[in-house]
């Protein structure tokens, strides 16, 4: 028989970088009345975040950030938002940070994602749990089939495949998450610079091969890296996503449903109806 108890979740370390992504997921916490401590990155952390219990660290004070998270007593770490690629030269580590840079160094050597799990393995070490962000929030993650009131028909069905098997290629390559392709043409594949440069490129095309307003034609998938660490760097979309591909021409925006994040889905679904974008979607092969 069940006592009924519910069990507290622990007190959350939000290491906490650029964009909206880490104040939703502090304002989750504060909503589901979660214990939250803020590490807010110098540099790249929202000022929005300044309105929680927390304290600021430099991308390379391991140390500090370790005897913070303690301190506040948190268990759980998740790490959230955008953070450029360190210079590695220019960083000013504490003792910690100093003792894991020659591993993170070699780590970045072989791409983002082993930086990122070399980052995920210090905590860890630390005795912290990692939870993703989908796991602070469970509404984040794109569901299977279409957003809001535009579907893809058949002319689209193509694309769709394409764009989302090279997304998953460059993904393999730790070289980006997404793909834009239109009428069969690949037009653009994400970098280093991110979606919304990607989508900037592609408006700058001829619009005869990537459409128009009056015509729409083209997609962008998006496809987490085939063997990335699923706990942290998952891709996003988000209103601006929508925004930018509709400004490029396309006719919708795809992603391989549980495996990419929407920030504020009734904002992006409202945007989709507004512009005539379709945003669906599409099971993991």
Do not use: W, Y
Not at 118 to 147: C, N, Y
Not at 226 to 246: C, F, H, M
Not at 265 to 283: C, N, T
Request: hydrophobic share 50%.
């Amino acid at each position: 028989m069940s006592s009924g108890r519910v069990t507290a979740r622990p007190k959350l370390g939000l290491i906490a970088g650029g964009g909206e992504l880490p104040v939703r997921l502090a304002r989750r916490a504060l909503h589901e009345a979660r214990p939250l401590f803020v590490i807010r990155l110098n540099g790249f952390a929202s000022e929005a975040l300044t309105e929680f219990e927390g304290e600021e660290a430099g991308l390379a004070e391991l140390g500090r950030c370790i005897a913070l998270l303690r301190k506040a007593g948190c268990e759980a770490v998740c790490f959230a938002g955008q953070v450029d690629r360190p210079d590695f030269s220019q960083l000013k580590p504490d003792l910690r940070g100093l003792k894991a840079l020659p591993g993170a160094i070699a780590a970045a050597r072989k791409g983002d994602d082993a930086l990122l799990r070399f980052l995920v393995g210090e905590f860890e070490k630390e005795g912290f749990a990692i939870e993703g962000a989908q796991a602070v929030d469970g509404d984040l993650l794109l569901p299977d089939g279409p957003l809001g009131a535009v579907t893809p028909d058949e002319a689209h069905a193509a694309d769709i495949a394409k764009a989302l098997a090279i997304a998953r290629i460059m993904g393999a390559h730790d070289i980006g998450q997404g793909a834009v392709v239109a009428a069969g043409l690949v037009l653009a594949v994400e970098a280093q610079e991110g979606t919304d440069a990607l989508l900037m490129r592609c408006a700058a095309l001829p619009a005869a091969i990537r459409g128009d307003a009056s015509a729409r034609l083209g997609v962008l998938a998006k496809a987490p890296k085939p063997v990335q660490e699923r706990r942290v760097d998952l891709p996003t979309l988000g209103v601006s996503t929508i925004e930018k591909a509709a400004a490029a021409g396309l006719a919708g925006v795809v992603g391989e449903a549980g495996a990419v994040l929407v920030l504020d889905r009734a904002g992006v679904i409202a945007a989709a109806d507004r512009l005539g974008l379709f945003v669906v979607g599409v099971p993991a092969p």
